[in-house]
């Protein structure tokens, strides 16, 4: 599969993801990183997610891909 193949793949996954699994289980964001062939989900610090049914839900959806999850604050604007 060429790199722009890849790419493609990633993005229709990540489409077919974000619908299901975006702003939900603590989940406030989704983001893709080709050089790793991998799908990065981005969880609320605190959010239980070694027992979370949904992680092992996105990881059986995302196979053969990775899956990287980053815990992270949602961003916000601030009162500036």
């Known amino acids: 599969m ?15 993801l974000r619908g299901e699994f975006l702003g939900k289980h603590g989940i ?3 983001g893709m990183r080709s050089a790793e062939d991998a799908i990065c989900i981005y969880l609320q610090p605190g959010v239980e ?3 979370s049914e949904a ?4 990881r059986e959806r995302v196979a053969p891909h990775k899956l990287i999850i980053v815990e992270d604050d949602a961003a916000s604007i601030g009162d500036g």
């Open 2 to 16: 060429s790199e722009d193949e890849c790419k493609e793949t990633l993005r229709q996954l990540k489409a077919s």
């Open 28 to 30: 406030h964001g989704m």
């Open 49 to 51: 997610r070694t027992e």
């Open 55 to 58: 992680i092992a839900r996105l």
